[in-house]
């Protein structure tokens, strides 16, 4: 199975404008010698980045989800131009578990490592991946459907028990 989630713009538009807006006031009142010269090109410097930022990580950057039906991973590719990297690649375990997102989830579970996978910056739907990477608990955010989420799911199911393995 391999899927590339759906990109929703136009909360990043919006605070894209807003962000340039900004940044644009901040460079007239820098050509207009209004306030402290410094300080007007230290916010133009700021709130560019910001939005510079912004626009590679959600505009120009796709993620890849990849459950290949021979193997117990699941592999994230991250696509930036042409050529795809990847960006994680996790053994499923009979431990892991798939939930809808939720900003308590984290702190409920004591969870303190957090990888976000998501290309839209306010996904309507999300879910977190809940796994041991590197003796530590972690929570990988995919945004993804519900039936894709379900796949992941029935595939940690169908994962042999530690006991089975052993024998």
């Known amino acids: 199975m391999q899927y590339k989630p759906h990109r929703k713009l136009k909360p990043l ?14 460079w007239i009142l820098t050509y207009l010698r209004v306030g ?5 090109q230290l916010g133009t410097v700021i709130f560019l980045s910001a939005l ?3 626009l590679v990580r959600y505009a120009f950057t796709d993620f890849i989800y990849q459950l290949p039906d ?13 050529l ?3 960006a994680a690649e996790i053994s499923l375990q009979k431990t892991d578990r798939i939930l809808p997102y939720d ?3 984290c702190k409920k579970e004591g969870i ?8 839209s910056l306010f996904p309507e739907e999300s879910y977190l991946y809940l796994t041991i990477l590197n003796s530590e608990k972690t929570a990988i955010r995919l945004e993804c ?16 028990d530690e006991q089975e393995v052993e024998e």
């Open 103 to 105: 900003k308590e989830l």
């Open 52 to 54: 510079i930022y912004l």
């Open 145 to 160: 459907r519900q039936d894709v989420a379900q796949r992941i799911r029935e595939r940690i199911e169908a994962l042999p």
């Open 84 to 86: 795809p990297r990847t």
């Open 36 to 40: 402290p010269h410094s300080l007007n």
């Open 112 to 119: 303190r490592r957090r990888e976000n996978f998501c290309v």
């Open 13 to 26: 538009a919006v605070i894209g404008f807003v962000l340039l807006t900004i940044a644009l006031i901040f």
């Open 70 to 82: 021979e193997e117990n991973r699941l592999t994230i590719k991250t696509v930036r131009g042409k």
